[in-house]
T-cell receptor, first 109, second 111 residues
Framework: GIQVEQSPPDLILQEGANSTLRCNFS?????LQWFHQNPWGQLINLFY???GTKQNGRLSATTVATERYSLLYISSSQTTDSGVYFC???????????FGTGTRLTIIP | NAGVMQNPRHLVRRRGQEARLRCSPM?????VYWYRQLPEEGLKFMVY????????ESGMPKERFSAEFPKEGPSILRIQQVVRGDSAAYFC?????????FGSGTRLTVV
């Protein structure tokens, strides 16, 4: 099956810092999404981004499908950004998401 | 437009009891996907259902687990004779036009 790897596994930053999270995947994908799982366990959909670049406030994401990676950028980090960030992909004709290993982000006031 | 609704949010069962988890997809959607998240891990696919049909159950454990999505009412994930290893968060999702939207999950604790 498809492999999805995320880096770094853990990231601790001061409030106000910027960060880049990476997702590598091993095959051509139909769908790629970034999720934020907050400390209460809720899974929040950040971006649907199988290719290209999108921005939403302090967050933006870029997927380079031909090179099989995606990046999530968080600028001016806030404590509420803490949690685990997952990327997840599915394949053409196969409607089941494979989740990456996650990046645990901790923002220190 | 309500999102994906799951209940209960928390469920405690003793070993050997049955657990029933419910999921109603987004309004107008007839596809439901169930995922399991063990502690400190990512989500793993379990089963994909349409109304009255199981489309893909390749991620379901062979024993004690079953899922259904009847013509009327929510999808049900049923775990019989629960064991401590079943303790996890169970999420369901539906799939609007672009991407998947997840419910808030049910956290099952087996004591």
């Amino acid at each position: 099956g498809i492999q999805v790897e995320q880096s770094p596994p853990d990231l601790i930053l001061q409030e106000g810092a910027n960060s880049t999270l990476r997702c590598n995947f091993s095959d051509s994908v139909n769908n790629l999404q970034w999720f934020h799982q907050n400390p209460w366990g809720q899974l929040i959909n950040l971006f649907y981004i199988p290719s290209g670049t999108k921005q939403n406030g302090r967050l933006s994401a870029t997927t380079v499908a031909t090179e099989r990676y995606s990046l999530l950028y968080i600028s001016s980090s806030q404590t509420t950004d803490s949690g685990v960030y997952f990327c997840a992909v599915d394949l053409f004709g196969n409607e089941k998401l494979t989740f990456g290993t996650g990046t645990r982000l901790t923002i220190i006031p | 437009n309500a999102g994906v609704m799951q209940n209960p949010r928390h469920l405690v069962r003793r070993r050997g009891q049955e657990a029933r988890l419910r999921c109603s997809p987004m309004k107008g959607h007839s596809h439901v996907y169930w995922y399991r998240q063990l502690p400190e891990e990512g989500l793993k696919f379990m089963v994909y259902l349409q109304k009255e049909n199981i489309i893909d159950e390749s991620g379901m454990p062979k024993e004690r687990f079953s899922a259904e999505f009847p013509k009327e009412g929510p999808s049900i994930l049923r775990i019989q004779q629960v064991v401590r290893g079943d303790s996890a968060a169970y999420f369901c999702a539906s799939s609007p036009t672009h991407g998947y939207t997840f419910g808030s999950g049910t956290r099952l604790t087996v004591v």
